[in-house]
């Protein structure tokens, strides 16, 4: 459940009219509710409560600082891909004891950081990764805490692009050889073995790939243990799932019960790295309608909105639901939503069923918390979108409009020219 609703005609998010924070901030702009936030942290949370566990948000899914010093805030730690993704947790008070480094491609000085900061495990996808981990950790005289990412080669039955856990994709060490791997890490001087990693992929709706990815993961825990590689923490990852039109995935409670049940045996603690649903049904995108026009198969409404702001539908194809801010009971047509960039990839939704916006009309685009803004960029040299906070009946700005300068920031005209 979210708090974006109507209160007649208008659209609220809590208790403040949407309208009034475009008229005051100017559009486009995603917003995010407080109590959202907090409702999806906890629920997710609390479906873990009767076994240790660490819910490290995926910082990737919505890294604004205002967000993630919330879910410090709230206990939880953070997963991170990239040494800006650990800046930004770090500046936002995320106990770096609760923070996993996850990512095929760390880099030496981002390894140097994690360890500078002493982050809880590194998510090692590789076997030269170890050797560079171990490395790095020798010359600063440390030793890196690790869990091998293992591919159980399960299919998480999601988009192609997000499924992370099936063989022929990049991520992780395949699960028939992390038993060899396990052992050449055991043989490094200046890496702890602490756990065993796993992430199959993101926007998944059912429990079951997660239960035989588990399944998988458990065994080689057990062999782990019967050669003395003693296991402390299991990370799932994250990946599940939330309603965009009319997915049913399964709730957090369900999740853990099910999780819960299959893990309980090892005795260890649960390490959780959910994005997508906790942030993804917390937020929206405000738009205003520059234009309409008729072609001559389609009718176009022309957002102030792009695939600059939002990717996903480009991207992915996905389904992003599309509402009016202010309802009208005029009949519905069948429309696009497109933004002013100059491609024909760029679309919000397609045929969709939509009341008839006018030039000025506010419209907004739902469930577009999660690898919304962190997707954004600057093509077309479009400043990215302000981003803003409900809680109760105020709102903060938590980040600025992008300015003309800024979008040419730290550029320069070289002398021979
Ligand atoms: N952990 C790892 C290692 C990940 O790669 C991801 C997401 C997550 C956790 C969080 O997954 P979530 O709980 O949010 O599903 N841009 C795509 C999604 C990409 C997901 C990438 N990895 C989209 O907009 O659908």
Do not use: W
Not at 7 to 17: I, N, P, S, T, W
Not at 137 to 163: E, F, Q, W
Not at 240 to 253: C, Q
Not at 327 to 354: H, Q, T, W, Y
């Amino acid at each position: 459940m979210h708090h974006f609703s109507y209160k007649e005609d208008d659209l609220y998010c809590e208790d403040v009219e949407v309208k009034k924070i475009s008229d005051e901030v100017g559009t486009p702009f995603f917003l995010y509710s407080h109590a959202t936030l907090i409702r999806h942290f906890e629920a997710f949370d609390h479906a873990f409560a009767e076994v240790p566990h660490i819910v490290s948000y995926s910082v990737k899914a919505n890294s604004n600082l205002a967000v993630l010093r919330l879910f410090s805030q709230l206990g939880g730690g953070a997963d991170i891909v990239s040494g800006g993704e650990l800046f930004r947790a770090i500046k936002a008070g995320v106990d770096p004891g609760k923070i996993v480094y996850s990512g095929v491609g760390k880099r030496e000085d981002e390894m140097e950081y994690a360890l500078k900061e002493d982050i809880l495990m590194f998510n090692v996808e590789s076997h030269q990764e170890l050797e560079r981990l171990n490395c790095v950790a020798g010359k600063m005289g440390k030793k890196a805490r690790v869990a091998l990412r293992v591919n159980p080669d399960v299919d998480p039955k999601t988009h192609p692009y997000i499924s992370t856990g099936l063989k022929q994709n990049k991520f992780g060490i395949p699960v028939r050889e992390a038993l060899n791997e396990y052992h050449f890490a055991a043989s490094l001087e200046n890496i702890q073995i602490v756990g065993v990693d796993c992430h199959i992929g993101s926007q998944l709706t059912q429990v079951q790939p997660f239960i035989d990815a588990l399944k998988k993961v458990k065994a080689l825990i057990l062999e782990l243990r019967e050669e003395g590689i003693d296991i402390k923490y299991l990370d799932l990852g994250g990946g599940l799932g939330i309603t965009y039109d009319e997915e049913a995935p399964p709730h957090p409670t369900e999740y853990g019960k099910a999780i819960i049940e299959e893990a309980k045996e090892l005795d260890l603690t649960l390490v959780f790295e959910p994005g997508r649903v906790i942030v993804g049904n917390a937020g929206i995108l405000v738009s205003k309608v520059l234009y309409t026009k008729r072609g001559e198969e389609k009718n176009f409404i022309i957002a102030d909105a792009a695939m600059n702001d939002l990717a996903r539908p480009s991207l992915y194809g996905s389904y992003q639901k599309v509402v009016p801010v202010r309802k009208n009971k005029e009949p519905m047509i069948v429309s696009d939503v497109v933004g002013p960039i100059c491609e024909s990839g760029d679309f919000l939704a397609k045929d969709r069923e939509l009341p008839p916006f006018k030039q000025g009309d506010l419209l907004a685009v739902m469930s577009a918390g999660a690898y919304g803004f962190t997707m954004s960029s600057n093509y077309n040299s479009r400043v990215r979108a302000a981003e803003v906070m409900v809680k109760g009946d105020s709102f903060e700005v938590i980040r600025d409009r992008e300015t003309f300068k800024d979008l040419v920031n730290g550029e320069r005209i070289p002398d021979f020219l």
